[in-house]
């Protein structure tokens, strides 16, 4: 950051400005990104034909193995090693960033700095990554190196440099970067007890490493990654200012990578929101940079040539299309697959992409509501409610926007509310927070935090709730926040009570005065909190009362209604973006219908989906049907329909 410009001025001038700096390629073009992910014998593969293939999908731009584990170009450095299946005077990186250039296509060049072979390990073990018992940690014959070693530390600076001396890279992708916890089997690795780390750790925290990962060494280890991550992106910008640096972080990048992606040893149930989730989370919380949602086309990496369902690959391309990233697919070796599904999948996606690409460029979310949170089960359950319920929302991991002028209607906390969102409700901002951590401000007198409960919530006020009008009760199963009893509470706790025999139940059942929801004005602004996990419960059972309790409290906190109305399937997502530097607004539909428990179908076509969005408009245009749309202005909202939905569609309003 250049302090002199933060001097002269304000935070949001700063902030653009610093962000245009860096705003390359990556936030101008329309990316359409395949990811060949190369083995070591994949050194003679034929770079114009991969080439002509990734224009003719049609992409433009490609994610290419350069270094790291193996090189693909001839590399001087020492303790770097060239494939040893590169033709003698042979440059595959080389020949690709010709022939990529050649037809228009950027190139990210992919290193991983995590392993590296047995002789750099016996020339400098200080580098590398050491179990508890000091062994070094192998895998398939290469040795792990240390986020807080000199490979990744100094020898980097090295290996890089003359990266990028040599290749005109368009960006540089780096995997595995940080210590991970595990091998790529699964088996848990511990700790780094390095010289380095053990260092590192004793100077911040007056004591040894511990024995496995907590919380505290979870944070030191990210501080760690960061200050690499830092140190990385200074190389790159110094030596080539417009490539990029990608890798899984937002901070110090200038793309923001992530991966929708399966496990066979993941618990169900399957996030079937995850491009959406991840896209969100990285536009709306770096909104100056790119994301990059790697669509992971197979099902593990023991099984990296058997693909997930087509529409699954389709879903997770267009949800990230939705939220203003491109489709990017990875597959493992180049484009001629031993499972032919993924890529023929794909290929209509970036054909659709390819035709529209005028509707990619520039996008940024135009929601009003922000849903804030950790990935948690609580965070997941409310944002399928937002989005099956049709609330428009952007996920973000900060509270930057506090700063930079942008403004939100709502902000829903689902597991916590951060302290520094006292002045904006404060200011006139409105809070929906749940479970049971009570929020730092707006409330008193929590009597206590009730262990893991099984009971219900008597409903009162079904004017405040009417989605609630067929249910006098709410399930409660988990955690709650005791408060003292309020005048005309909304909803009281039923403590657990006989639930058998038949013939005993709720025989000793009593009533309290025990609140389950508060809703309060603070400030000028308003707050409602829910302390119990309502969202972990509708992520866990999705109960409508559960639903219906959330959308009624959304309804009764954004008090100039909602930014769309809709009678939309649930299962339809809407997206409402806008675009830089031009007045119109893009409302987007992803059909996933055709998502259930594991499988994934062809979604089912909907039809007459009427759709009112806030703002004059006067002309809609569906992109899929390449046909224009009645509009109807009604009041503060102008109204169309559209009469058809396959999977995805784009709507224009001007
Ligand atoms: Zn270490």
Request: proline fraction near 6%.
């Amino acid at each position: 950051m250049n302090t002199r410009k933060l001097i002269l001025l304000p935070l949001a001038v700063a902030a653009a400005m610093e962000a245009g700096d860096r705003a390359g390629w990556w936030m101008e073009e329309p990316v359409r990104l395949i990811q060949t992910n190369l083995r070591e014998t994949d050194s003679t593969l034929d770079a114009r034909r991969l080439a002509e293939q990734v224009a003719a999908f049609p992409a433009n731009a490609i994610l290419f193995n350069m270094g790291g584990i193996v090189a693909h170009y001839p590399t001087k450095v020492p303790y770097h090693y060239a494939s040893a299946y590169l033709p003698a005077g042979g440059d595959l990186f080389g020949d690709m960033v010709k022939e990529a250039h050649g037809r228009g296509i950027r190139v990210i060049g992919r290193f991983d700095l995590s392993k590296t072979q047995k002789a750099a390990y016996e020339a400098h073990p200080e580098w590398f990554f050491r179990r508890a018992n000091g062994e070094p940690a192998i895998y398939n014959g290469l040795y792990a190196t240390c986020i807080n070693g000199g490979y990744y530390r100094e020898h980097a600076k090295v290996i890089l440099g003359e990266a990028l001396e040599r290749y005109e890279v368009d960006a540089l992708f780096f995997n595995m970067f940080g210590n991970p916890g595990e091998d790529y089997s699964g088996n848990p690795l511990g700790p780094c007890h390095c010289e380095s780390c053990r260092k590192l750790y004793r100077a911040r925290h007056q004591k040894e490493i511990p024995a496995a990962w907590d919380e505290e060494y979870r944070r030191f280890m990210e501080e760690s990654t960061l200050k690499t991550a830092e140190l990385i992106a200074g190389l790159i910008h110094g030596k080539r200012p417009r490539t990029g640096f990608f890798t899984y972080l937002q901070q110090h990048t200038d793309g923001i990578m992530s991966e929708s992606n399966t496990s066979v040893r993941r618990p169900l149930p399957l996030w079937p929101y995850s491009a959406s989730d991840n896209v969100n989370r990285a536009r709306n919380s770096e909104r100056s940079k790119m994301a990059f949602n790697l669509c992971i086309s197979f099902v593990d990496f023991p099984w990296r040539f058997a693909m997930v369902p087509r529409a699954e690959i389709r879903s997770r391309l267009y949800q990230s299309m939705a939220h203003g990233a491109g489709p990017a697919l990875n597959m493992h070796g180049p484009l001629d697959q031993e499972d032919r599904s993924a890529v023929e999948a794909a290929r209509e996606v970036f054909q659709w992409h390819k035709r529209h690409e005028d509707l990619y460029t520039g996008q940024e979310s135009a929601a009003r509501v922000l849903l804030v949170g950790s990935r948690r089960n609580s965070y997941r359950g409310l944002f399928r409610i937002l989005t099956e319920r049709h609330v428009p929302f952007a996920v973000a991991d900060n509270l930057k926007w506090l700063e930079d002028g942008r403004k939100f209607d709502l902000v829903v906390a689902p597991d916590g509310v951060p302290e520094a969102l006292e002045g904006y409700v404060r200011g006139g901002g409105r809070l929906l927070a749940c479970g049971p951590a009570a929020p730092p401000f707006g409330v008193s007198g929590v009597v206590t935090r009730r262990p893991h409960t099984q009971g219900y919530w008597r409903v009162h006020d079904h004017s405040l709730l009417p989605s609630l009008k067929s249910t006098n009760v709410l399930m409660l199963d988990g955690e709650y926040s005791e408060l003292p009893a309020v005048p005309k509470p909304v909803l009281t706790l039923i403590p657990p009570a006989m639930f058998g025999p038949p013939e005993k139940v709720w025989v000793n059942k009593v009533e309290t005065e025990t609140p389950g929801l508060l809703v309060t004005e603070f400030g000028t602004g308003r707050m409602a909190w829910i302390p119990w996990d309502v969202g972990g419960l509708y992520y866990r059972h999705s109960l409508e009362a559960h639903a219906g309790l959330v959308a009624d409290l959304v309804d009764h906190l954004l008090v100039e209604g909602r930014q769309l109305l809709t009678n939309a399937h649930p299962l339809v997502e809407i997206t409402v973006m806008r675009q830089r530097g031009r007045t119109r607004t893009l409302v987007h539909f992803v059909n996933l219908s055709g998502h259930s428990q594991t499988a994934y179908f062809e979604p089912l076509e909907m039809r007459d989906i009427r759709v009112s969005l806030k703002g004059a408009y006067r002309a809609a245009r569906s992109a899929a049907l390449g046909a224009s749309l009645p509009v109807t202005a009604e009041g503060a909202y102008t109204a169309f329909t559209l009469p058809a939905l396959g999977g995805y569609d784009v709507v224009v309003l001007e």
